[in-house]
Every structure is written in C-alpha cells, then in structure tokens.
C-alpha cells in the first residue's frame, strides 16, 4: 500500500460516525449488514449514512453488494490487513518480524484470510 492509499484509508476512519459504522461492520463478518440495519443500530440518518459509506467504500476498508433491495455493506478485510501492516511495515526499526506475531494473534480474531492459513495480505509477511 502506497502512502496516498494509506491516507485516504485512515482519513475514511477519522470520523465518529464513520468509526462506529466500520467498527459495526467489523463486528458483523463477512456477512455484512444492510444499509437500514446499519442506520438504525447508529442512529444516523439514511441520507448522511448513504455519503458515510460511500467514503469507506472509497477508502478501500468496506465493501457493498446488491440483494435484491437492499445494499448489504461489509467490511473489505484485505484493505483492512493492508492498511494495518502498512501502519507497521517499519516496525522495530525494519524488522517487522518481530511485530508480525503480535499483528497475527490480534489479527486472527478479527480479520478473517482470503485463502485458509494463508494472510490476505503479504504486507505483514516482510
């Protein structure tokens, strides 16, 4: 990940309503949640939840997908793995091995791979 995709990343987050709805959608899985569902949990309008999204969306951190009516949102967990091992990719002074265990343990409870046993991401694998 370059440093342009990294701020535009982390710049999707640095707002409080866009914090609670990717952490929300962080907590829903891969299943992911439908628009309405997400609006109603966080109490945020449809409309200024509509823009919310589409910022993560553009952030590369959430994903969207069609079913039937609705607009299912979940969380892009390859952009997220990128984005975290680019916050640490210089870690212990370039030797990121000596994060990646931590990185891993934290990691496994939350962001699931896109291959079994396998990082989405080869980031944290330098």
């Known amino acids: 990940m ?17 914090l609670a709805a990717f952490r929300l959608l962080v907590r829903s899985g891969t299943d992911g949640l439908a628009a309405g569902e997400i609006a109603q949990a966080l109490s945020i309008p449809h409309n200024t939840l509509s823009s919310h999204l589409a910022t993560l969306v553009q952030g590369g951190l959430v994903r969207s997908r069609r079913e039937g009516r609705s607009i299912i949102y979940s969380v892009d967990f390859d952009g997220t793995r990128a984005m975290l091992g680019f916050l640490v990719e210089d ?5 990121p091995d000596v994060c990646r265990p931590a990185l ?3 990691l496994a409870g939350y962001c699931p791979s896109t ?6 991401d080869d980031t944290l694998a330098r």
Do not use: F, M, T
């Open 91 to 95: 870690c212990c002074h370039g030797a």
């Open 115 to 120: 291959s079994e046993g396998e990082p989405a």
């Open 104 to 106: 891993d343990s934290i």
């Open 2 to 18: 370059d440093i342009e995709v990294a701020v535009k990343a982390l710049g999707a987050l640095a707002q409080q309503s866009r």
